[in-house]
C-alpha cells in the first residue's frame, strides 16, 4: 500500500526540513538503459531537467542535475547497456572514487538509486555485480520502475539483492491501460526513504573525507618538513657544531608554525618557541637537547671529532626531520581524537612528547 501522493511542494518542504542541517545530499541513479532513469530524476523534480526518449540509449553520459532551492543532487548515468556493460560500471566505479576521494564530504556520492524495469522481472548477473559494487561506496536503494503489477516481484528483488536498504517501486509518468488509469507513484516512497538514509550516508561521507583531509593535510607538511631539513641542513653544515643549533631553531619553529597553519590548529610563536627549546617540559628538553645532539653524531658512520662540524649538516638535517614527522603525528593523533577541537598547549606539548620518544633519530638519548 503506497501514501498517496503529496504535491512537489509538500515534496520539496519535506526534503528542506529534512535537509536543512544537513547541507547537500547527492544521489547516483544507475540502471540498465531504458528503465526510466532520467524520467525519474524529471519526476523527482517535478521539471524537464533530463532528456528522455525511446528507441535508443538516450544518456550518453553522467550528469549532475539540481533544481534551485533543493538542496539533492542527482547524477543522472549513461544507462548500463548490453555489450558495454562492465565497460560503463566500470566508469561510474572511477567517477565514484574520484567523488568520494573529496576532502569535502559535500562532494561525495552519497546515496544510490539502481533502477530495474518491473516489466523485465530479472536480476541480472550483472545488476547484482553492479548493486554489490555500489553498496560497498555508499547505501543503495533499488528502485523498481514503470510500476505496473508487482506479482512478487519485489519481495524477490529483496532476496536476490540483501545488499539494498529497500525495493521501491515507482511510476514515473501516469499511465492508461485499456480502461485504467494508473497515476504517478511511488515518488514520496522513495524520497522519504532516501532522506531516511541520509543521515548515515552523510555521517560516512563525513568520516571518509575527514580521512582523506588528514591524508592531505599530511602530505602537505611532510613537504614542508622536507623544505626546513634540507635548509636546517645547510645551516648546520656550517663549520661550527653546536652554535648552529642555535641557527636551525628558526627554522624549526617556522616549520612547526607552518605545519600547525596546515592542520588548522592556532598556535602562537611563544607556544612553538617553548616546545622547541623545551622549556615547557623536562622530557623535550632531554629528548632533543645537546645531549642527544653528541650522541647522534658519535651514531653516524665515519663521524669523529675531525668530521663534526661537517656531519653537523646531517644531524640537523635528521634532528629537524624528526622533530617535523613527530609534530605531524602528534597533530594527527590530536585531530583524531578530537577532529574539530584546538588543542592547549598541555595537551600540544604531550602529544609531541609522547611522538619525539618514538623517532629512532631521536631516541639516542634513552639507549646510549
Ligand atoms: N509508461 C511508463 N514509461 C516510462 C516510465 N518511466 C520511463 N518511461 C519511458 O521509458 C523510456 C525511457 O526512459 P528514459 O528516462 O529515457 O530512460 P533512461 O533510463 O534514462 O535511459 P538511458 O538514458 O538510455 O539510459 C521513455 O520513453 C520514457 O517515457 C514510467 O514510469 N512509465
Ligand atoms: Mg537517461
Redesign the pocket.
Given at each position: 500500500v503506497s501514501t498517496p501522493e503529496l504535491t512537489p511542494r509538500d515534496l520539496y518542504n519535506a526534503i528542506e526540513e529534512a535537509l536543512r542541517e544537513r547541507g547537500r545530499v547527492n544521489v547516483l541513479i544507475a540502471?540498465k538503459?531504458?528503465?526510466?532513469?532520467?524520467?525519474?530524476v524529471n519526476a523527482v523534480f517535478d521539471k524537464q531537467l533530463?532528456t528522455?526518449?525511446?528507441g535508443r540509449?538516450?544518456?550518453t553520459e553522467t550528469r549532475e542535475i539540481s533544481k534551485e532551492g533543493i538542496p539533492v543532487h542527482i547524477f543522472?548515468t549513461?544507462?548500463l547497456e548490453l555489450g558495454a556493460y562492465q565497460h560503463i560500471a566500470d566508469e561510474l566505479n572511477a567517477f565514484i572514487r574520484e567523488r568520494n576521494a573529496s576532502a569535502d564530504p559535500q562532494q561525495h556520492i552519497h546515496v544510490g538509486w539502481v533502477?530495474v524495469a518491473e516489466d523485465s522481472r530479472r536480476l541480472e548477473e550483472g545488476e547484482s555485480a553492479f548493486i554489490e559494487m555500489l553498496a560497498g561506496h555508499m547505501p543503495v536503494v533499488l528502485v523498481v520502475?514503470?510500476?505496473r503489477s508487482d506479482n512478487g516481484l519485489r519481495a524477490e528483488l529483496q532476496r536476490l539483492a540483501p545488499q539494498v536498504r529497500n525495493v521501491v517501486r515507482?511510476?514515473?509518468?501516469a499511465?492508461q491501460i485499456e480502461d485504467f488509469n494508473l497515476p504517478v507513484m511511488g515518488l514520496n516512497d522513495l524520497v522519504e526513504l532516501t532522506m531516511e538514509l541520509v543521515p548515515e550516508a552523510q555521517r560516512n561521507a563525513f568520516a571518509a573525507a575527514q580521512v582523506i583531509d588528514l591524508n592531505q593535510r599530511v602530505a602537505r607538511s611532510r613537504q614542508l618538513v622536507r623544505l626546513a631539513a634540507l635548509s636546517a641542513g645547510t645551516v648546520g653544515a656550517s663549520p661550527v657544531p653546536f652554535s648552529d643549533w642555535i641557527a636551525i631553531m628558526p627554522i624549526q619553529v617556522g616549520m612547526l608554525a607552518k605545519i600547525s597553519a596546515t592542520f588548522g590548529i592556532d598556535v602562537d610563536a611563544n607556544m612553538l618557541y617553548t616546545l622547541i627549546t623545551g622549556t615547557a617540559g623536562g622530557a623535550l628538553a632531554a629528548v632533543v637537547g645537546k645531549a642527544a645532539f653528541v650522541q647522534l653524531i658519535k651514531l653516524i658512520p665515519g663521524a669523529g671529532v675531525v668530521a663534526g662540524g661537517l656531519m653537523a649538516g646531517g644531524v640537523a638535517l635528521a634532528v629537524t626531520s624528526a622533530l617535523g614527522e613527530a609534530y605531524i603525528a602528534a597533530l594527527v593523533a590530536l585531530k583524531q581524537r578530537d577532529p574539530a577541537g584546538q588543542p592547549t598547549s598541555e595537551q600540544l606539548r604531550d602529544a609531541f612528547v609522547e611522538q619525539l620518544q618514538q623517532q629512532p633519530a631521536l631516541r639516542v638519548e634513552a639507549e646510549a
Open positions: 540502471g538503459s531504458g528503465v526510466g532513469k532520467s524520467t525519474l533530463a528522455t526518449g525511446q540509449p538516450v544518456t543522472d549513461r544507462g533502477c520502475t514503470k510500476a515507482v511510476r514515473a509518468i499511465e
